[in-house]
């Protein structure tokens, strides 16, 4: 259990003492809330037997499981007590069975900060399954999820020992909420269960809704139609009920009509002894149903369905390291795992190389390859601090709680580099999401001299096996010379052997076109259309403007029987509850993007890039500034390719690589992102005579790019711009020739074979012809990367 404190503590108010601990019913809300208040998202005490005070005699059994301090009296922490360290026995706090505490919360109370006798959550934190012994480590757990869009929206989650089917299984029902418009009332006495097959697409048909699921699943064969008089299936006697028959073993559940009731109403945890995950009697890949009972008749008594579908824990790793405006000394990596966003993140930490070090933290945005400065303010900013605790008052680094800090500042919760040539470290973090949006894959690590200037710095990549996963990437590209946004939207997702899928993790980096423009623009909603765009994307009248992207993308039927009522789709909407909005509504649950300062990095539950939803093909619209309604701006979303590929050029006086790929780009006709260099890789090759670089292509044409390449590389020219632009015709002043030259390459129109600026004959012949005459045609060491970290 890793518990989290308050910053209240460092704003004055006395955090010094407590007296009474207690387990909740609930784990706390995922999302990041500072401590006090995600400590109130837990529930109320743990107490399956309706104990009261008034029944409390001292004996542990007349006390509600979950009063702790009732039970075993009162603690107070004096002032110089830095831990908690009580042993205690307690015969009415089951680990196990029906009334279990694992996955629960315990939280600990203070004084309120008005003087009354009242408590407040100071600290919580979730009561997790570790294995036991003299090292006790946290035991491998499996999850499942079953999420639903249509009619109704939320998440029930299974979680269970990790290759142990016969152990206790946690269910946990998120929140549920209806989302098709037809009710705002809250409804009542829902049963569920698990079915044999997974849903087919009748979900949507009204009157034959999930009946693709099959009959409740059943594995043991355990016979139900008993006589009257006989025993039956209840949560009394769960052994006399199917596997799949919750409602009967836990009791029917509640669905919220507005998400402000969607916590406290259907929040609710279960410990199943029945359900199995794993094993031959597993439940994966089968169904899981809510039935209505008291619905229309003509309907059926089937509300929603949804596949129940595997959680894979998130690992993240930045170990690719670039110096800022030289070459760095660091090797090593940072490496984080968490299981799902209701565990804590292991953190380990690994350095080699480390030269007068100082502090490491995690920054905004990733880190830009092609930069000669990547690591500065400029290109991955500020430390990323999505709650905005900033830099005041803050604790002396490695004494405060890891709420205490902004999220991003390792050294902070952690201690820093100093005095250390190798650092080699594990933690705990119960800040430092990798699932939501303020997960920090997609973003960069920065390490920091002594004396604050940033030496260093990698970006947080997914790590994953092939074996397990692979990355999907899409792009939405703005490189239209008269559109009216320049730049791209890029996305990535993994997607798991059995169908899951991660979030999606989007950067934004959009300017106004023109070289030099420096317009900035704010609060633009965005959104997912379902066609992708025509000629229409630049015209200059705003309500004709991409017009050919349709309408938003709404493939789940989401506020269907109300269609017209906004402000009851605005309510429902937002980051808070995400699947209640459009999957196209990517503002709605993501907040406005700018146009013309910062890139931006995004993390998207409701964004998918594959399957029978997916949103390649579609394209983007970005509409006008201040939250405006009128279409700005919109780009096809299409494949992300990267060709990575080394090149060699000869190398002339004062040769600035910039300028090389600049002229490059201006040729082939293509922005910078669909091309560029990895500075880390520059190097000269024979005496200073050639220079060999490692290049990028990118985009839907990367495998055109290549070519195109090759060819003006090998010929010194190129007719015609690699990227077609519809509706736009290239300047017959684009400039076609190349002024570089291949190593080893020479003009058949040169005749004198004296030397010049660009080296001499004589010295490429000292050299092999693989490095002088291979490399004329750029086919030294072409790779295909599909961006995997392990």
């Not at 209701?342 to 070090?357: A, M, P």
Request: hydrophobic share 35%; net charge positive; glycine share 10%.
């Amino acid at each position: 259990m890793n518990l989290t404190s308050s910053r209240d503590e460092l704003l004055g108010r006395p955090a010094t003492t407590f007296s009474v601990y207690k387990v909740h019913e609930l784990p706390p809300l995922p999302r990041d809330l500072r401590a006090t208040e995600r400590c109130l998202t837990a529930g109320g005490m743990y107490n399956p037997g309706g104990r009261t005070a008034e029944e409390a005699t001292g004996s542990q059994d007349s006390y509600a499981v979950g009063d702790l301090s009732g039970k075993h009296n009162k603690w107070r922490r004096p002032q110089t007590l830095p831990e908690l360290f009580p042993r205690l026995w307690d015969v009415f706090l089951p680990l196990q069975g029906p009334h279990s505490v694992a996955h629960r919360t315990l939280v600990l109370y203070r004084p309120a900060a008005n003087g009354s006798a009242s408590q407040e959550p100071w600290m919580c934190g979730t009561l997790l399954w570790y294995e036991p012994g003299t090292d006790p480590r946290k035991v491998p757990v499996s999850t499942a999820e079953a999420v639903y869009r249509y009619p109704i929206v939320g998440r029930i989650v299974f979680r269970q020992p990790a290759e142990r089917p016969w152990a206790d299984t946690t269910v946990l029902v998120e929140y549920l909420v209806h989302a098709d418009g037809t009710s705002q009332n809250n409804t009542f006495e829902h049963r569920w269960g698990v079915h044999d097959s997974p849903p087919g697409k009748d979900f949507y048909d009204w009157q034959n809704r999930c009946l693709s699921a099959g009959g409740v699943y059943n594995p043991h064969k355990v016979y139900v139609d008993r006589g009257a008089g006989e025993p039956g299936c209840d949560g009394t006697r769960p052994g006399l009920c199917p596997a799949g028959l919750l409602s009967a073993r836990h009791g029917t559940f509640a669905i919220a009509g507005r998400k402000g009731n969607g916590s406290a109403l259907t929040r609710r945890l279960y410990t199943d002894r029945q359900l199995a995950l794993g094993g031959p009697a597993g439940v994966l890949g089968r169904s899981l149903v809510i039935y209505d009972d008291h619905g229309p008749k003509a309907r059926g008594e089937r509300l929603a369905c949804s596949v129940v579908g595997g959680v894979y824990r998130r690992k993240a790793v930045a170990k690719d390291w670039f110096g800022n405006g030289q070459p760095t000394t660091l090797k090593g990596r940072v490496e984080m795992i968490q299981q799902t966003e209701h565990d804590v993140t292991d953190l380990d930490v690994k350095f080699e190389g480390l030269d007068d070090s100082g502090d490491y933290r995690i920054h905004k945005v990733s880190v830009e390859m092609d930069l000669e400065f990547p690591c500065e303010e400029t290109a991955v900013y500020g430390t990323w601090d999505p709650l905005g605790v900033g830099p005041a008052r803050l604790p002396e680094p490695g004494r405060g709680s890891t709420d205490q800090y902004p999220m991003g500042d390792l050294s902070g919760k952690f201690g820093t580099l100093e005095g250390s040539a190798i650092h080699a470290s594990a933690h705990n973090d119960s800040r430092l999401p990798l699932f939501g949006t303020d997960a920090v894959i997609g973003r960069s690590v920065v390490v920091y001299k002594k004396n604050k200037v940033r030496w260093a710095c990698s970006t947080i990549e997914r790590g994953y096996s092939p074996s397990e996963a692979r990355e999907l990437r899409a792009i939405a590209s703005f490189h239209h010379p008269l559109g009216f946004a320049y730049g791209f939207i890029r996305m990535t997702q993994l997607v798991y052997r059995d169908g899951s899928t991660s979030d999606t993790v989007i950067e934004v980096k959009l300017r106004h076109p023109g070289k030099h423009d420096r317009n900035v623009t704010r609060n633009h909603n965005w959104a997912i259309f379902v066609n992708p765009v025509g000629v229409d994307a630049t015209v200059k009248v705003l309500n004709t403007r991409c017009v050919a992207g349709g309408y938003m993308w709404n493939p789940y039927y989401t506020q269907l029987a109300d269609p017209l009522n906004e402000d009851l789709y605005r309510d429902e909407c937002g980051p808070d509850n995400p699947l209640r909005c459009y999957v196209g509504d990517v503002s709605g649950r993501m907040g406005t993007i700018d146009i013309g300062t910062q890139r931006q990095v995004f993390t998207d539950s409701n964004f998918p890039l594959e399957g029978t939803v997916s949103a390649l093909g579609r394209s983007i619209v970005i509409f006008t500034k201040d939250r405006g309604g009128e279409r700005f701006a919109c780009a096809k979303i299409e494949p992300d390719s990267d060709i990575i590929k080394y090149a060699n050029i000869e190398k002339p006086p004062r040769f600035v690589l910039a300028q090389f790929m600049a002229e490059v780009r201006e040729i082939m006709g293509i922005p910078e992102w669909m091309l560029s260099v990895d500075s880390r890789k520059t190097r000269t090759l024979h005496d200073g005579g050639c220079v060999q670089f490692l290049l990028h292509f990118k985009g839907p044409i990367a495998n055109q790019l290549e070519l195109d390449f090759s060819r003006l590389m090998n010929a010194g020219s190129l007719p015609a711009p690699t990227l077609y632009i519809p509706g736009y015709v290239p300047s017959d002043k684009r400039k076609k020739r190349l002024s570089y030259r291949p190593c080893g390459a020479r003009d058949p129109n040169q005749k004198s074979r004296k030397k010049s600026f660009l080296g001499s004959r004589a010295h490429c012949n000292r050299w092999s012809s693989f490095s002088c005459y291979g490399l004329a045609v750029l086919s030294l060491n072409f790779y295909l990367w599909a961006g995997t970290v392990f």
